[in-house]
C-alpha cells in the first residue's frame, strides 16, 4: 500500500519530508516523488486542490517524546488539540 499526498509545492514538500522527518527518496517521476518510512511508502505528488481539513497520514513511533524533542529541534511546531 502506498499512501498518497497532494503537495502544492513538491520540492518543498519532499525537502520537509527528507530533510526534516528523515524520510528516503526511493524514485521520482513527472507522477511524483516515491518516499520510504520504515516499511511504507508514500508518495508526494502535485496538486493544485485545497489543503486537506483532515490526517493524511500518522507514524508509529517506540519513543514519541525523545522523537517530538528531536522534530522541534527542527523546527516542528506541534499543535495541542483537547
Do not use: C, K, N
Not at 518543498?12 to 524520510?23: D, K, M
Not at 502535485?46 to 497520514?57: F, I, M, N, Q, R
Request: net charge negative; hydrophobic share 50%; charged share 25%.
Amino acid at each position: 500500500m502506498i499512501a498518497t499526498i497532494p503537495v502544492r509545492d513538491r520540492a518543498r514538500a519532499e525537502a520537509f519530508y527528507t530533510e526534516v522527518l528523515g524520510l528516503e527518496v526511493e524514485g521520482a517521476s513527472a507522477a511524483g516523488v516515491l518516499l520510504r518510512a520504515g516499511a511504507e511508502r508514500i508518495l508526494l505528488f502535485e496538486s493544485g486542490a485545497p489543503a486537506p481539513t483532515h490526517t493524511l497520514v500518522g507514524f508509529e513511533v517506540d519513543q514519541l517524546e525523545a522523537v517530538m524533542t528531536g522534530l522541534g529541534a527542527r523546527g516542528v511546531v506541534f499543535e495541542d488539540y483537547d
